[in-house]
DNA sequence: CACTTGACCTGTCCGC
DNA sequence: TGCGGACAGGTCAAGT
């Protein structure tokens, strides 16, 4: 579930309620994948330090605290990091949590700030980990050598975007902006979305795609990535933020979620089919598949 | 090598 | 209502 905007959105709201607090405890409920870390490693590294900041990149969320180490996290499908003061119970009004009491079924990992506050990792399907590591070391993870640029740094031009996914003139483009290795963040929401926006097949091969499209598909992919961490990301079933609270940016969403409803640009319905393994939308009046002869 | 497919897990929904 | 199968937002390893 958790893409870019999403991700984001839990580092906003981490940054606002972290910050300077102290680790006092931690509770594992599920290791060693969620959290591999040794005990001894945790007592020393992590017990009495302090939060610095909370940082993103691509999808991995890193907590840098003090004595130079860092908690690194990657939520990936049904991943949440929720934070909860001293009463137990989801910020503002009950409707706008997901999730009651923690811990919960789902809860992997437990940590207690100095100011009796917690922080909670859930992962119902367990794909996503926690990892303790000296912060200089963040650079050295394979996913961090291999990923691409940020799609909403200035950086990241149209010469350079498309220099990038030519690399995958081969594949069919919503394979090509999955890869994380084009450019970072973008998961099957936003590439639904941003294909529709470009009035790009899925399914087209990239070498099918001329440069000027490719160029509109990054300003869909910014559009759409920005939009949504406006709106506080994207909640299907289980993401939720560091209150615990749904976005909203399915309500505006164009095709995702969006089969049988007319197409808002042309009328025709929307349609859901499979491309790169993964379920797609898209508007079969307005994204037309296009072969090379 | 470049690209696609399956595996990792649990929960939910749909059809019989 | 019960049960089997398909499917779910990400990434990696294994296979073609």
Sequence with gaps: MPELPEVETVRTGLSKLIVKKIFTKVTVFD???????????????????????????????????????????????????????????????????????????????????????????????????????????????????????????????????????????????????????????????????SLWGAEIHPATRVRDVKDEELAELLKQIKFVLALSIEKGGSTDRNYVDAEGKRGSYIDFARVFRREGQPCQRCGYLIEKIRVAGRGTHFCPNCQIERVSP
Excluded at 58 to 80: C, E, N, P, R, W
Excluded at 110 to 118: C, K, P, W, Y
Excluded at 137 to 152: D, H, R, S
């Design 31 to 193: 290791s060693p994948k969620s959290f591999p870390n040794t005990d001894s490693e945790v007592d020393q590294f992590l017990i009495g330090s302090t939060v610095l900041a909370v940082a993103r990149r691509a999808k991995l969320l890193m907590i840098h605290l003090s004595f130079d180490y860092s908690l690194v996290i990657h939520l990936k499908m049904t991943g949440q990091l929720v934070y909860r003061g001293e009463q137990n119970f989801g910020a503002g009004h009950p409707n706008d949590s997901l999730i009651g009491e923690l811990p919960d079924r789902s809860t992997r990992v437990q940590f207690e700030f100095s100011d009796g506050s917690r922080l909670f990792f859930n992962d119902q399907r367990k794909f996503g980990w926690v990892k303790l590591m000296p912060t200089v070391e963040i650079a050295n993870l394979k996913f961090m050598q291999t990923v691409g640029p940020e799609p909403l740094e200035p950086g990241l031009t149209k010469k350079v975007f498309i220099e990038r996914i030519r690399k995958r003139n081969n594949s069919v483009v919503k394979s090509a902006i999955l890869d994380q290795s084009t450019l970072a963040g973008v998961g099957n929401i936003y590439a639904d979305e």
